[in-house]
């Protein structure tokens, strides 16, 4: 039967009670990485109300596409779904409600119009201020009603609308008017499309997976995807581990593709990179070091030039490739162990110093870290994080901040190793 994921918060929240039995599985609301990490595919159905914004990072767009790519049907409405389907609808995502046709159109523009300060779910995302959409709509129904003259509501808006959001609240609007909950009503109506929700998925639109979208997902493989990372930084037989896994993909590709026995270095020659007899020298040059040139044959050089310029798409290197090849590894145990040990070092950082962060840590040092134990100077480093699987000494010195501290502090990190644990 096909999915139907709904995420939902301080709009609805008694969508749980709502959909019981239904077979609709209510989440949160989304932020960053979520879609990525949701199993779905043609013929499944996401309904986005609620999402988070503020302290955490607000779901982008291409995590949006990218469900649209697997064949996934996306509804948007009422809150952040609706603000997205505005913002999507021409490249597939369906809006729902009000609320979305006035922001496609044109009548509400500010995001903050459905923003609202609330609690957790445990508080049942209790509100602790309210939309400014539901309370231009309360005073529109008073103005209708003939309870507020027209434009003391909207002297009340523009003083409201100038207000911070947290700030707005019901007890603006007096006894008298009763609250319209624009909100729920278009919610509602997105529950409703979603239990009814066509199991017959729309033409999946095919939408180019950008570097960014590529390692969201990757960052969406939760523990797995950080220790590999802790791989990449810490232990020196990584070099091997990611030459070996990028030899034997490409040979297996040349067998595909060349009818040849199957060779990552011929398989260079084949696809035109080079020529295997006599490889232009400034490419060699690129991508090898003056000691590399003066002792190895010309074959080990291409090997290390494939290695190291190696991308299953332009400025996407093969972390996908590597994070399959690790979970399959006896590595995988012992470093995802090691996942642990590195957080808790972190959170005694921040303890120690609240305003410690590991993303924080000076490039400067963390690169004469990198150096000092990947016994490389300096020049060669970016080479050295290519034969870890790094895009750039910028990916390498991103992952090796998260390490650096228990690297420091824990002899059992620091000395970690693929082969040894």
């Known amino acids: 039967m096909p999915g139907r994921f709904l995420f939902v918060g301080p709009t609805l929240p008694d969508a749980a009670e709502l959909v019981s039995g239904s077979g609709i599985e209510v989440l949160p609301p989304v932020s960053a990485g979520d879609l990525l990490a949701l199993p779905v595919g043609p013929g499944d159905v996401v309904g986005i109300v609620d999402g988070y ?8 767009h291409k995590e949006i596409l990218d469900l649209l790519a697997r064949g996934a049907r996306v509804l948007g409405a009422a809150s952040l779904g609706a603000l997205r389907a505005a913002e999507l609808h ?3 995502m369906e809006g729902i409600g009000g609320i979305f046709a006035d922001y496609r159109d044109g009548r509400l523009v500010a995001d903050d119009e459905v923003t609202l300060m609330h609690g957790t779910a445990e508080d049942g995302y209790s509100h602790r201020s309210e939309p400014l959409v539901n309370l231009r709509a309360s005073l529109d129904s008073a103005v209708a009603a003939g309870s507020y003259g027209r434009a003391e509501a909207d002297r009340l808006i523009a003083d409201l609308g100038a ?16 609250l319209v909950d624009r909100k729920r009503a278009d919610a509602l109506e997105l529950l409703e499309v979603l239990r009814k929700a066509d199991p017959v998925p729309p033409p999946a639109p095919a939408f180019p997976e950008t570097v960014h979208v590529y390692d969201w997902r990757i960052a969406a493989g939760g523990v797995d995807s950080r220790a590999l990372a802790l791989c990449q930084v810490l232990a020196p037989d990584y070099p091997d581990f990611h030459r070996g896994t990028v030899l034997a993909w490409l040979a297996a590709r040349c067998r595909e593709t060349c009818g040849a026995p199957g060779d990552a270095v011929d398989h260079g020659a084949h696809v035109g990179l080079f020529r295997a007899d006599r490889p232009d020298p400034d490419l060699v040059d690129r991508w090898t070091t003056p000691a590399e040139r003066a002792a190895l044959d010309t074959r080990e050089l291409l090997t290390r030039l494939v290695v190291r310029a190696f991308r299953i798409r332009p400025g996407i290197v093969a972390t996908g490739l590597a994070l399959r090849a690790f979970r399959a590894s006896r590595a995988r145990g012992p470093a995802s162990a090691l996942v642990g040990r590195v957080a808790a070092v972190n959170a005694a950082g921040r303890r120690h110093r ?7 840590i000076a490039a400067d040092q963390v690169l004469e870290w990198l150096a000092q134990r990947w016994c490389r100077p300096a020049d ?3 080479l050295a994080a290519f034969d870890r699987g790094f895009s750039s000494t910028g990916g390498a010195v991103a992952a090796a901040r998260q390490v650096y501290l228990a690297a420091r502090c824990e002899p059992e990190v620091a000395g970690f190793s693929l082969a040894g644990g």
Request: net charge neutral; aromatic share 10%; glycine share 6%.
């Open 90 to 92: 021409p490249y597939g």
């Open 380 to 382: 060669e480093l970016e």
């Open 354 to 360: 609240p305003d410690f962060d590991p993303a924080a």
């Open 53 to 60: 914004f503020h302290r955490t990072r607000s779901i982008p």
């Open 163 to 178: 207000m911070p959001y947290r700030d707005r609240t019901r007890h603006a609007l007096g006894t008298s008017v009763p």
